[in-house]
């Protein structure tokens, strides 16, 4: 089994930072492409964006130039850095790994959630 746990969510006010972490645990052989989504309540869920273990990057549209994503091979681990947060990043936010198992079976993986307000 792997694990993905999410951690640095909150209540913060416009214009400021927020950090969200997640990593993977279990029997990993290797983590491949590792990303964020959020969902706004009665909102899909959506990209937020995305590294490959190459450390390849995308972003949604909404976010460039305020989040950057960026991990730790060595750590399984993913983070989020987001700057400039506006209200209407308000969401919860999930992580997603695509993952080869100690079986060398590959599967998508999902983090419970963390939730980020933006509010003053």
């Known amino acids: 089994q792997v694990q993905l746990v999410e951690s640095g969510g909150g209540l913060v006010q416009p214009g400021r930072s927020l950090r969200l972490s997640c990593a993977a645990s279990g029997r990993i052989f290797r983590v491949n492409a590792m990303a964020w989504y959020r969902q706004a309540p009665g909102l899909e869920r959506e990209l937020v964006a995305r590294v490959t273990r190459s450390r390849s990057k995308m972003y949604a549209d909404s976010v460039k130039g305020r989040f950057t994503i960026s991990r730790d091979n060595g750590e399984n681990t993913v983070y989020l850095q987001m700057n400039s947060l506006k209200p209407e990043d308000t969401a919860f936010y999930y992580c997603?790994?695509?993952?080869?198992?100690?079986?060398?079976?590959?599967?998508?993986?999902w983090g419970q959630g963390t939730q980020v307000i933006v509010s003053s």
């Open positions: 997603n790994a695509d993952v080869l198992s100690s079986d060398l079976l590959g599967t998508a993986y």
